[in-house]
């Protein structure tokens, strides 16, 4: 079982910059990939950035360019550094898992999503 907790969210204004945190915990066999998704009001979730254990990346076209997406040496955090924000950027923020369990059973395991509100 594993648990994702987020951090890094806020107010910031347009053309500023966050970094968000997630951080996997509990047990499991690989997380192949994590990735980060937003959801604005009245819109559906969508891909921002996503990462493979090998390191491959992709992102979201309205955010190529301005975000980035990293991990740590044992995989079990990511983040996402946030660079030249939008208003159309503010959403909530959710981290997702691809997670192998210890019994090699797959499941998708997602964050509690975090707030990023970018204001004028």
């Known amino acids: 079982q594993v648990q994702l907790v987020e951090s890094g969210g806020g107010l910031v204004q347009a053309g500023g910059s966050l970094t968000l945190s997630c951080e996997a915990s509990?047990?499991?066999?690989?997380?192949?990939?994590m990735a980060w998704y937003r959801q604005a009001p009245g819109k559906q979730r969508e891909l921002v950035a996503s990462?493979?254990?090998?390191?491959?990346?992709d992102y979201g076209d309205s955010v190529k360019g301005r975000f980035t997406i990293t991990r740590d040496n044992a995989m079990n955090m990511v983040f996402l550094q946030m660079n030249a924000l939008k208003l159309e950027d503010t959403a909530v923020y959710y981290c997702?898992?691809?997670?192998?369990?210890?019994?090699?059973?797959?499941?998708?395991?997602w964050g509690q999503g975090t707030l990023v509100t970018v204001s004028s």
């Open positions: 509990g047990s499991f066999f690989r997380i192949p990939a």
């Open positions: 997702k898992a691809a997670v192998y369990q210890l019994s090699r059973s797959f499941v998708e395991v």
């Open positions: 990462v493979t254990s090998g390191g491959n990346t």
